[in-house]
């Protein structure tokens, strides 16, 4: 069998699914995909077969072939992406608010990959048909920064430095309330939900949430606000969101984790009801990927780059800081 091979040792997370513990490890690929590799026959542990509930243990040999890429079915559609950056080998996008990353169910199109794919000339195929070029993703209703890959050596190359934690990932956030720290480390694990299987949450019962690390500082404050830069030390799914809402400051605009209140009543009704149109008009949480760097998969040399926050974003900050009291 072909194609790109990963292997793998067993000497943390012992117990866990086999499905999930190798997704965990594979940054590009989800966790449904690596299923229908083991289904396959595209995954062993210690030579043999197992099923996606094996649960792995200290000191399994695991080897997983990933086929190479068929041809991408994706419809190129010529949708507004802003590229920050391009060469032969890696392109840096502004991810639009509302526009989801890959195909999925329930979008099929208007995705990022669809835009790149009329876009740029070549993308990468290790992320299979349904992600070409893309490394890693955002939330739909996070904005900012996304590294694609335009051949397999620099989507390796971008993958392990995720993997390791070498390339840097800073969001912006702006939460509710007037945090008391001005820094922080946020240590919790998280999982998904035991009751509501479509959120996660900081899981601490049973092993069965994954270790999470995000790191907090105060950019500014407001009255009843704080805009925080958030950096990933770990990465998962909706990370930043669900520590946020744990240590009692959801993101504004996040209707998933607690982010949609409403000002205290001493603001006033007009203040509260242009509060609420500018919350609207996000669209989403307030949540803006804007500084990423990483090693560059060829020269090495090392690349940052910076965006600002959507315009609708920056409108409610701007706002914010005209509006000090009510």
């Not at 740029?120 to 992320?127: A, Q």
């Not at 694609?148 to 390791?164: E, F, G, I, T």
């Amino acid at each position: 069998m072909s194609g790109r091979i990963e292997k793998f040792r067993v000497s943390e997370d012992v117990g866990e699914r086999l499905d999930v513990w190798i997704a965990e490890r594979l940054a590009d690929v989800s966790r449904s995909a690596v299923s229908r590799l083991i289904e396959s026959g595209c995954v062993l542990v210690n030579g043999g077969l197992e099923k996606p509930s094996f649960k792995v243990r200290q000191g399994d040999e695991i080897k997983v072939v990933i086929p190479e890429a068929s041809p991408s079915d994706i419809v190129p559609e010529d949708l507004d992406i802003e590229i920050i950056y391009e060469d032969e080998d890696v392109v840096v996008v502004n991810k639009p608010r509302g526009m989801t990353t890959h195909p999925a169910p329930g979008s099929p199109s208007g995705t990022l990959a669809n835009a790149l794919l009329a876009k740029v000339h070549s993308l990468s195929g290790v992320g299979g048909v349904e992600r070409p070029g893309i490394v890693h993703r955002l939330d739909k209703d996070t904005s900012g920064l996304i590294a694609v890959a335009k051949n397999d050596l620099a989507h390796r190359s971008l993958q392990q430095q995720l993997q390791k934690r070498t390339a840097g990932r800073v969001y912006l956030a702006l939460v509710w309330g007037e945090t008391k720290f001005e820094k922080a480390i946020v240590d919790a694990p998280i999982g998904r939900h035991p009751s509501d299987r479509k959120k996660m949450a900081v899981v601490t019962q049973d092993g069965r949430g994954r270790q999470a690390v995000t790191d907090l500082s105060v950019k500014e404050r407001f009255k009843g606000f704080t805009l925080l830069e958030a950096s990933l030390r770990t990465g998962r799914t909706h990370q930043i969101r669900v520590h946020c809402s744990y240590i009692g400051h959801p993101v504004v605009g996040d209707p998933v984790y607690g982010g949609n209140r409403r000002l205290p009543a001493a603001c006033g009704e007009k203040q509260r009801l242009e509060f609420e149109r500018l919350c609207s008009a996000l669209g989403g949480q307030a949540l803006h990927a804007y500084k990423l760097s990483f090693d560059h998969p060829v020269s090495g040399e090392r690349l940052s780059f910076e965006c600002d926050v959507p315009k609708e974003m920056q409108a409610l900050i701007d706002w914010l800081r005209e509006n000090k009291t009510w």
